[in-house]
């Protein structure tokens, strides 16, 4: 696809002033943040002759598609469904703005607009039309809203080049967060089917029209990573040599703090709590009462015979009174 890679390089760099005068120069809005912005001239500027319609998305090749996401300046990988939802949030919304928490605040037929053009089911009710967009939104992050840093710093390296050199440029790496555990890879985990994922599903669930919305956006946001929960469950069940309880419980709390989950509610932290224990029961884990104590720790068992000492004191004097 052959381009003006002079001013694409240009676009790239501008700044948010500069980007609002070369749109006041061609009478087009300037509104909207840098990013927005820079997309919206980045498609009447350099893709004049390309339709980036809904329908027009739909009939794009898988290749041809990579190209635009390249253009501009996004992750262009993944499946063609995956690009073709990229580029569409890339073209109709701001990624600041467009949150999976900022969904609560949708009624049901923007919902279901946005599960029609995100090529998602259209039947179900408003939580789990919210559900399906949540999840899209999740596997997108950080894939589309914001040119990559070193195009926005750099620009092309060399603008006389074909549009080819920058392919690298604009593959996203995203780091996950491993955490540093003794795993025990003699401890046999059973793997969570799918039917028991969509039960956690539910259950995050119960109770969501009756949350406010803030509540409701962070139940979603782990909606959404369900998957990622399931794994991080049997992590900790390995290292915990298959045992499951309250302190299992509260590993998982930090780990999910860790990785940005939105926990910071304790409505939420029961539910994820809650959600957690069924599928690591599901899993074969051997459960622990939070009433069972650790008589490992020799502190402990002298607490505990401190306890019953003050009690059969109390004992005594009642008995001589």
């Not at 919304?93 to 999976?100: E, K, P, Q, V």
């Not at 607009?113 to 408003?126: A, D, F, K, S």
């Not at 491993?178 to 028991?196: C, F, M, T, Y």
């Not at 509260?250 to 703090?257: C, E, I, N, S």
Request: aromatic fraction near 4%; charge should be neutral; proline fraction near 2%.
């Amino acid at each position: 696809m052959q381009v003006d890679q002079v001013l694409l390089d240009d676009l790239y760099r501008s700044r948010l002033m500069s980007l609002r005068q070369k749109a006041e120069e061609i009478k087009l809005s300037k509104s909207g943040s840098v990013e927005v912005l820079r997309a919206r001239l980045i498609q009447y500027q350099i893709l004049t002759d390309t339709d980036l319609s809904w329908d027009g998305i739909q009939s794009m090749p898988h290749k041809q598609i990579g190209e635009v996401l390249k253009i501009f300046g996004i992750k262009s990988s993944g499946s063609h469904k995956e690009r073709r939802q990229r580029l569409w949030l890339h073209l109709n919304f701001d990624s600041r703005r467009m949150t999976i928490e900022r969904l609560a605040e949708l009624d049901r037929d923007k919902l279901h607009v946005m599960c029609q053009h995100l090529e998602l089911p259209l039947t179900g009710n408003r939580t789990i039309l919210m559900g399906r967009v949540a999840g899209v939104l999740t596997s997108q992050f950080n894939a589309w809203g914001r040119i990559k840093r070193s195009l926005r710093r750099n620009g092309i390296p060399n603008v006389t080049n074909n549009l080819n050199d920058i392919s690298e440029l604009n593959e996203q790496i995203i780091s996950v967060e491993i955490p540093n555990l003794n795993l025990r890879q003699d401890v046999e985990i059973n793997i969570a089917s799918s039917a028991a994922l969509e039960d956690a599903h539910d259950s995050l669930l119960m109770g969501f029209e009756n949350s406010d919305f803030t509540t409701q956006g962070d139940i979603l946001t782990i909606q959404a990573r369900i998957e990622d929960l399931d794994r991080m469950i049997s992590t900790i069940i390995r290292s915990h040599e298959g045992f499951w309880g309250e302190k299992e419980s509260d590993l998982l709390l930090r780990l999910a703090t860790r990785r940005g989950w939105p926990l910071s509610n304790d409505k939420v932290r029961e539910k994820l709590v809650l959600v957690a224990t069924n599928i690591a029961e599901i899993k074969g884990a051997k459960m622990k009462s939070s009433t069972e104590i650790d008589l490992s720790d020799s502190g402990t068992i002298d607490r505990v015979r401190n306890k019953l000492s003050k009690i059969d004191n109390l004992l005594a004097e009642r008995k001589k009174s």
